[in-house]
């Protein structure tokens, strides 16, 4: 699931994701990874995780763009998010996330 919250004051985007727990029941650690962050384990967005199992991480976006994104699970396993705005095909053959952020 994302949120959206344009700010008025900036061009940017306050986008919460959420990973729901039952697309990830047994994962420790969850990392957010896409566009915004090159791709980069290192830049990764560490999702906390929530009382009711699910992860959630808020980033701010820049406006006017539509990023790529995945959920990293215990450095092993990518999840797409399943309320993403649209999907796209990645040169591994697998869908990346998209999330828009057009005003």
Known sequence: ?????????KPVCKTTFT???EAA???KKVTLL???N???AKKGVAMKKQ???NFTATVE???GKE???RYLIDGETWENDWQADKYVQNEYGMDNSVVSVLN
């Open 67 to 69: 990023y790529q994104f």
């Open 38 to 40: 090159n791709w980069d």
């Open 19 to 21: 990973l729901p727990a």
């Open 51 to 53: 009382k009711n199992g």
């Open 61 to 63: 976006l820049e406006t």
């Open 34 to 36: 896409g566009e915004f």
């Open 25 to 27: 029941p047994e994962a």
């Open 1 to 9: 699931m994302i949120k959206k919250q344009f700010l008025k004051t």
